[in-house]
């Protein structure tokens, strides 16, 4: 292991690119809407990102959020600030102000990079919070002027109003600034690399810190194990359809894409006729999707006029591939769909082994970096094997805390025979190959689109409201996006003309839009423990009892 360790110390996946950049300048780093950006060229301009910063104030350890959708500007502004040693805090641009505030305050973010369509989002959260900087831009930024005019006449680019002061700057400003001189100096092991947040069980998102040498060990098990000889360094093709905060997609695009001098096609939307026609036109060899994407992709009406033959490894992750899926791909296309599993605070934990088709419900084999062990939820001790258990990982790497959490930190991690093992909160059992074959998963946790959406999140979001006093919400299956958000809620007594679409209303205006509910139901009272715990399983299992019943009742069309 110190072996490792001292590998994973000398090249991180910035310093990796860096090197890429040395042997492949001339070679395609990033395709976006079009623009082909060289490995060269994407160099300079982080470079220049990183001075700019630099000269406005930015040091290292200081915070600065991303909060753009994918785009180059994305890729130009993660590698920029982590050469200047700053720490990125990567959020989706659908977060609305109320949920931005937050992380801002809690991150103790100074600079935010926005586009112009959420400025509005941003400038609510300027009064109050500790920003002294917004970095403004737009999707077409960087794309020559003639396909700017043109996307502007045809009203194909998306803007938004921006109110410049001394505060405000422009993103492409910064890129004319002279590039970083010199390296920072990093400590891999000590030196924060990113904060990314995920869904609180108190109701607000927790923060996950991870170090550089934390997104090395994982990136490196990927590259090397896992891909392996599999990966055609400097000529292979890769498509970042997933967004980029999320810490599945950001690896593998580092692991397959810039740390290995290949092509990256990168969307900034999941709109499936732009992907299949930049499959065929860049003859991609690699993808990653969640199972809400290949479903989406097999129901497109105009599947067969894509030549989708160059396709060879096909990831998901997010959420367990619904077999029928799996098969109906498989047929499609002649490739198998490979598993990847993970989570925000342990990083990537499991694959699919290249060759081997995946076991029904499969989340993969452990990463070299990666310990698993599965328990029994109540007492923490080690199940037999092939028994059903939760899934505990643990990695030398990885930080065991949430920032400013003491005590989700408490409940989350947990201390075994010498080692801080993180409690996934899913359920799974082990084959004799060592595959991790998934079971369920906690009730706090709602899978939707391929977002780990948190149940108290949206809980307390409700309890917000000067009506509600009490909510509870539940993941019900469904077949197209995993499972959809519903909430019961208790109102409190007297309370009149409040209904669904003003609860609805209200969560928008604090919620991402994934996380609002499908339905919401009002009831007298909720189910309770002797100390007053909600029984969230309770409500989930009953709802899930309800839909079986309905199917048998009323058969579904095609059973």
């Not at 001292?6 to 070679?27: A, C, H, V």
Request: charge should be neutral.
């Amino acid at each position: 292991m110190n072996t490792d360790r001292e590998n994973l110390t000398e090249e991180l996946t910035f310093t990796r690119f860096d090197r890429m950049s040395d042997r492949y300048p001339e070679r395609p780093a990033v395709v976006y809407l079009g623009e082909r950006f060289t490995y060269r060229r994407l160099r300079t301009l982080s470079e220049c990102f990183a001075g700019a910063l630099a000269a406005m104030g930015v040091a290292k350890g200081d915070r600065v959020m991303i909060y753009i959708a994918n785009s180059i500007q994305w890729v130009i502004a993660f590698l920029g600030i982590q050469k200047i040693g700053a720490v990125i805090v990567p959020v989706s641009p659908i977060y609305t102000s109320h949920e931005i505030a937050y992380m801002i305050e809690d991150a103790g973010v100074e600079t935010i990079i926005c586009m112009d369509t959420n400025f509005g989002y941003v400038k609510e959260t300027v009064v109050g919070t500790g920003l002294k900087r917004v970095i403004v831009t737009n999707l077409a930024d960087l794309l020559p002027l003639w396909k700017r005019v043109l996307g502007v006449l045809f009203d194909k680019i998306p803007s938004g109003k921006v109110v410049r002061d001394s505060r405000v700057h422009s993103f492409r400003s910064l890129l004319k600034h002279p590039q970083l001189e010199g390296r920072v100096p990093i400590d891999p092991e000590k030196d924060l690399s990113y904060i990314l947040y995920t869904g609180g069980t108190t109701g607000f998102p927790k923060g996950v810190p991870g170090t550089h040498i934390g997104m090395t060990s994982y990136v490196n098990d990927v590259t090397e194990d896992v891909a392996g000889n599999h990966i055609d360094e400097g000529r292979d093709t890769y498509i970042a359809v997933n967004p980029l905060f999320h810490i599945m997609a950001l690896g593998l695009y580092m692991a397959v894409g810039l740390n290995k001098g290949n092509a990256t096609m990168l969307m900034p939307a999941p709109q499936v006729d732009a992907i299949l026609a930049n499959i065929q036109r860049f003859r991609v060899r690699w993808l990653l999707g969640v199972p809400a994407l290949y479903r989406m992709i097999l129901e497109n009406d105009r599947l067969d006029c894509y030549d989708l033959g160059s396709l060879t490894y096909c990831y998901c992750g997010g959420d367990v591939l619904p077999e029928e899926v799996k098969v109906r791909w498989h047929e499609r296309c002649g490739v198998p769909i490979y598993q990847v599993y993970g989570s925000t605070e342990v990083g990537h934990v499991a694959y699919s082994k290249i060759g081997e088709e995946p076991s029904p419900r499969a989340i993969g084999f452990p990463l070299k970096s990666r310990e698993c062990l599965i328990v029994d939820p109540e007492t923490l001790e080690p199940v037999p094997e092939g028994q059903k258990g939760e899934l505990l990982v643990t990695s030398p790497y990885t930080l065991k805390e949430y920032h400013n959490k003491p005590q989700e930190t408490r409940e989350t991690f947990v201390l075994l025979d010498g080692k801080t093992w993180c409690r996934m909160g899913d359920f799974v059992r082990a084959k004799p190959t060592g595959e991790l074959i998934y079971i369920e998963r906690s009730a706090d946790i709602i899978k939707h689109k391929g977002f780990r959406v948190s149940a108290s999140e949206v809980e307390a979001a409700l309890q917000d409201h000067p009506t509600v006093i009490g909510a509870c919400v539940v993941g019900i299956p469904d077949v197209k996006v995993g499972e959809r958000i519903k909430a019961i809620v208790v109102l409190k007594e007297g309370a009149r003309g409040v209904g669904g679409s003003e609860l609805t209303k209200w969560c928008r205006e604090r919620l991402a839009t994934y996380k609002v509910p499908s339905y919401i139901e009002f009831r007298d009272m909720l189910p309770k423990s002797k100390v007053g715990k909600l029984l969230r399983r309770e409500v989930r299992d009953d709802e899930r009892r309800r839909i079986s019943k309905d199917k048998k009742v009323f058969p579904q069309k095609g059973a």
